[in-house]
Structure formats: structure tokens, C-alpha cells
């Protein structure tokens, strides 16, 4: 029986891995050493899917994916938002109070100063948080620790010195579902999310008549980000996420202006709010 395969960033027991394993717990999960290397996994046929992080709410945007996805020729399908906990592994034996040192990914270890500063511990970067524990699990040495998933521990035989040690308890990722093949979400048919890029024209307040249509026509845009592309000061392009379908009249209308006033624009994907999205919403609307 053949398996279908999703492919992600980093090594067995990153969050990444969690987050294939909670959307797609049928699907085999193929690890890649680099967003190149999954994108190209899913755009040459080897994986069908690809789960990859694109925002975190504590870190900000993954850089790097809003560089890679225009250009990668796929289309995101789907969202998942997934709660972001991390653990201080150590080999069989350690102890909290044996621990000096603590290897994780900058971000990991960015998100849990607390507990480094009050155990004084000397904190290294490494590549990504689930090599970190592979780290510390060979050189077996009860000194050093590793900040990084509950899985990654247990695929690692290492011990949970202390648990759910972020700083924040709101830290969440969102990941987006990428495909090689487009498949929009149908409209009328529950909240979906559309993402697209953009370039403007070189226009005076060319940016601000673009996004006109979608103030007016009563679009929510829930994201707006800009970098710059070709190594040009220059050249900027925009990727967003609104809260519409492209055949529904608002957007339908919104997207027209702004195409009056790009010099290109693509859409990226239309597919389901996951759950997470309207929660957020809701409690934001009544204060919590």
C-alpha cells in the first residue's frame, strides 16, 4: 500500500514534525535539512504535501518562506496554528541541578530566558531544536541539556528535567499547508482565507490606492507583509492574507482595484480558517 508523505524542515521530534503528525497522523512524515530541500520535495513529486512555519507569535515571520514561497510554484491549501511548549532534556540520570549548559535553535532559546537566567546556564545555538536533543542525547553527558519537544525526547530516550518552560504561555505557530496543485476551498462554505503577493506600480501613494478596495468594500486584511526581492532597494513585494473569497463580490471588487495599481500580483492559495483563527477572533472581541 503506498503512503502518502508530508514533508517538512528539520529532524524527527521538531514541532514541525508534530505539526504533520496532528494534521496528517495517517501520512508518513519526511524530514528535509533545509526549506529548499522541502519545497523541492514536494515540487518534484517526492512528498505530496509540505507543512511549513510561516509566522510565530512571540518571533514574528519565518523569513525565509516569504522569500521561497512565490517562487517555489506551489499553493497553500490549508492552516494549522499549533501551541508551541518546550521541555529542558537531559540524558538518563541528569538532574535540573546538574545541568550547566543548554543547546537549542536561537528562537527556543530566546522564548525561554527565564528558566536559563535562573539557573544560570550557559545557552549555545544550534541549528534546530530536535538536533539539539540528538546533541545532547550523543555526547551523554548529564552537564548539558537541550531545550526541545516532548517527542523529540522520547525518540531520543532522553528525560523531561522540567517541563513546558516557555516564557509565554500564548506561544503559537502557524503553519501552512503547500501543494504543488491549487485547490481552492469553496466559497460559501465556511470561513477561508486568501493569501496572495503583490508588486506595485511606481506610482505616487501607489500602495495606498492599491489596498483602497479592500477598506471599502469591507475586506478584513488580517496580514501585511513587505520585503524586499532581486537585491533592490526598490523592488518590494507584498504578501497578504484576507479574510474573503475571490468569488465573493467584496473581494472580487477589492482585487480588481488592486490589480489597477500592480505591476504583478499572484494569487498563493484559498483554503479553510483553521479553528484557531476564529477562537482568537472571538476572544479578542470580548476582551479576554
Same mark, same amino acid.
Given at each position: 500500500?503506498?503512503? /502518502?508523505?508530508?514533508?517538512?524542515?528539520?529532524?524527527?521530534?521538531?514541532?514541525?514534525?508534530?505539526?504533520?503528525?496532528?494534521?496528517?497522523?495517517?501520512?508518513?512524515?519526511?524530514?528535509?535539512?533545509?526549506?529548499?530541500?522541502?519545497?523541492?520535495?514536494?515540487?518534484?513529486?517526492?512528498?505530496?504535501?509540505?507543512?511549513?512555519?510561516?509566522? /510565530?507569535?512571540?518571533?514574528?515571520?519565518?523569513?525565509?518562506? =516569504?522569500?521561497?514561497?512565490?517562487?517555489?510554484?506551489?499553493?497553500?491549501?490549508?492552516?494549522?496554528?499549533?501551541?508551541? =511548549?518546550?521541555?529542558?532534556?537531559?540524558?538518563?540520570?541528569?538532574?535540573?541541578?546538574?545541568?550547566?549548559?543548554?543547546?537549542?535553535?536561537?528562537?527556543?532559546?530566546?522564548?525561554?530566558?527565564?528558566?536559563?537566567?535562573?539557573?544560570?546556564?550557559?545557552?549555545?545555538?544550534?541549528?534546530?531544536?530536535?538536533?539539539?536533543?540528538?546533541?545532547?542525547?550523543?555526547?551523554?553527558?548529564?552537564?548539558?541539556?537541550?531545550?526541545?519537544?516532548?517527542?523529540?525526547?522520547?525518540?531520543?530516550?532522553?528525560?523531561?528535567?522540567?517541563?513546558?518552560?516557555?516564557?509565554?504561555? =500564548?506561544?503559537?505557530?502557524?503553519?501552512?499547508?503547500?501543494?504543488?496543485?491549487?485547490?481552492?476551498?469553496?466559497?460559501? /462554505?465556511?470561513?477561508?482565507?486568501?493569501?496572495?503577493?503583490?508588486?506595485?506600480? /511606481?506610482?505616487?501613494?501607489?500602495?495606498?490606492?492599491?489596498?483602497?478596495?479592500?477598506?471599502?468594500?469591507?475586506?478584513?486584511?488580517?496580514?501585511?507583509?513587505?520585503?524586499?526581492?532581486?537585491?533592490?532597494?526598490?523592488?518590494?513585494?507584498?504578501?497578504?492574507?484576507?479574510?474573503?473569497?475571490?468569488?465573493?463580490?467584496?473581494?472580487?471588487?477589492?482585487?480588481?482595484?488592486?490589480?489597477?495599481?500592480?505591476?504583478?500580483?499572484?494569487?498563493?492559495?484559498?483554503?479553510?480558517?483553521?479553528?484557531?483563527?476564529?477562537?482568537?477572533?472571538?476572544?479578542?472581541?470580548?476582551?479576554?
Amino acid at each position: 500500500m503506498t503512503v /502518502n508523505k508530508i514533508a517538512y524542515q528539520g529532524e524527527p521530534g521538531a514541532n514541525s514534525h508534530i505539526a504533520c503528525s496532528n494534521v496528517y497522523p495517517e501520512w508518513e512524515s519526511l524530514p528535509c535539512a533545509t526549506f529548499e530541500d522541502a519545497l523541492a520535495a514536494i515540487a518534484d513529486g517526492t512528498a505530496e504535501l509540505g507543512m511549513i512555519p510561516i509566522e /510565530n507569535s512571540i518571533a514574528g515571520r519565518v523569513a525565509d518562506i =516569504h522569500h521561497l514561497l512565490p517562487g517555489s510554484g506551489l499553493y497553500i491549501v490549508g492552516e494549522y496554528f499549533l501551541p508551541i =511548549h518546550f521541555q529542558l532534556l537531559g540524558v538518563k540520570g541528569a538532574k535540573l541541578n546538574t545541568v550547566t549548559s543548554v543547546y537549542s535553535h536561537v528562537h527556543a532559546l530566546g522564548q525561554c530566558r527565564k528558566i536559563i537566567r535562573a539557573h544560570g546556564l550557559a545557552a549555545h545555538v544550534t541549528g534546530d531544536t530536535a538536533g539539539s536533543a540528538r546533541e545532547v542525547a550523543e555526547w551523554a553527558d548529564p552537564a548539558r541539556a537541550a531545550i526541545a519537544t516532548r517527542l523529540a525526547a522520547d525518540i531520543h530516550n532522553l528525560d523531561v528535567l522540567a517541563s513546558d518552560i516557555e516564557d509565554e504561555p =500564548h506561544n503559537t505557530t502557524r503553519f501552512v499547508v503547500l501543494s504543488k496543485i491549487p485547490q481552492w476551498a469553496k466559497a460559501a /462554505n465556511g470561513p477561508v482565507v486568501t493569501s496572495f503577493v503583490f508588486r506595485v506600480r /511606481n506610482v505616487p501613494a501607489a500602495l495606498y490606492k492599491a489596498l483602497g478596495g479592500f477598506a471599502t468594500n469591507g475586506v478584513n486584511m488580517t496580514k501585511l507583509e513587505s520585503y524586499m526581492v532581486e537585491g533592490e532597494f526598490t523592488a518590494t513585494q507584498f504578501l497578504a492574507d484576507v479574510e474573503a473569497h475571490p468569488d465573493e463580490p467584496a473581494l472580487s471588487r477589492a482585487l480588481e482595484e488592486l490589480a489597477f495599481f500592480c505591476k504583478e500580483w499572484k494569487i498563493l492559495g484559498v483554503y479553510p480558517a483553521h479553528p484557531y483563527r476564529i477562537e482568537s477572533q472571538t476572544r479578542e472581541r470580548i476582551g479576554q
